[in-house]
């Protein structure tokens, strides 16, 4: 199975920040990334495909890069509806593996 | 407009069977792959299971192959998620999520339901 770890797993920032969030995959995984947004009592949202491409609807303030097994997220200007779970996922082979998920906090 | 529309949440004993529902419409419902995830309270996502409506191709997480049945029926674009002996550590919130199928394999989940929310309990 593919491994995908985040780092942190906790961030704490201000309105405003630039922020980055790290997965790491532990075999290759070429481009076949996504990016959900989670917050809480509601289901995952499609942020980022493809590791880079910003799913419609989606504030251009959040952009994924990356390829092979590192990929990040940053949103360079967190607003306060920003404050939620984000979870990396790999769609490169089976089993489908999530990231343990990172946590924005308001610091 | 799209939606995944979820059976509601559900109370069960161990050892009960269940089956939950998602129902797909606005759009081509034997296009898109329908995924399940599960999360267990305060925890994250784990993928569970996936089927391609079109053909009725379907995979396994191996942790959750033999302990859970995906299924579809076209003819109510509808996706089954099922049990047939509950656990009291089956007890968490599942989403049915659709993507659109790649060359080999499904692409990012691009929809997600609002989730059923299942408690076993003696």
């Known amino acids: 199975d593919i491994q995908m770890t985040q780092s942190p797993s906790t961030l704490s920032a201000s309105e405003g920040d630039r922020v980055t969030i790290t997965c790491r995959a532990s075999q290759g995984i070429s481009y076949w990334l996504a990016w959900y947004q989670q917050k809480p009592g509601k289901a995952p949202k499609l942020l980022i495909y493809?590791?880079?491409r910003l799913e419609s609807g989606v504030p251009s303030r959040f952009s994924g890069s990356g390829s092979g097994t590192e990929f990040t997220l940053t949103i360079s200007s967190l607003q306060p509806d920003d404050f939620a779970t984000y979870y990396c996922?790999?769609?490169?082979?089976?089993?489908?593996?999530f990231g343990q998920g990172t946590r924005l906090e308001i610091k | 407009e799209v939606q995944l529309e979820q059976s509601g949440a559900e109370v069960k004993k161990p050892g009960e069977s269940l089956k939950i529902s998602c129902k797909g419409s606005?759009?081509?419902?034997?296009?898109?792959?329908i995924g399940w995830v599960r999360q267990v309270p305060g925890k994250g996502l784990e993928w569970m299971a996936i089927?391609?409506?079109?053909?009725?191709?379907?995979k396994y997480s191996p942790s959750f192959e033999g302990q859970v049945t995906i299924s579809a029926d076209n003819s109510v674009t509808t996706a089954y998620l099922q049990w047939s002996s509950l656990k009291a550590s089956d007890t968490a919130m599942y989403y049915c999520?659709?993507?659109?199928?790649?060359?080999?394999?499904?692409?990012?989940?691009?929809?997600w339901g609002h989730g059923t929310l299942v408690s076993v309990s003696s």
């Open positions: 999520a659709r993507a659109l199928t790649g060359v080999t394999y499904p692409l990012h989940f691009d929809w």
């Open positions: 606005g759009y081509t419902f034997t296009d898109y792959w």
């Open positions: 996922q790999q769609y490169n082979t089976y089993p489908l593996t």
């Open positions: 493809k590791a880079s």
């Open positions: 089927i391609y409506p079109g053909d009725s191709d379907t």
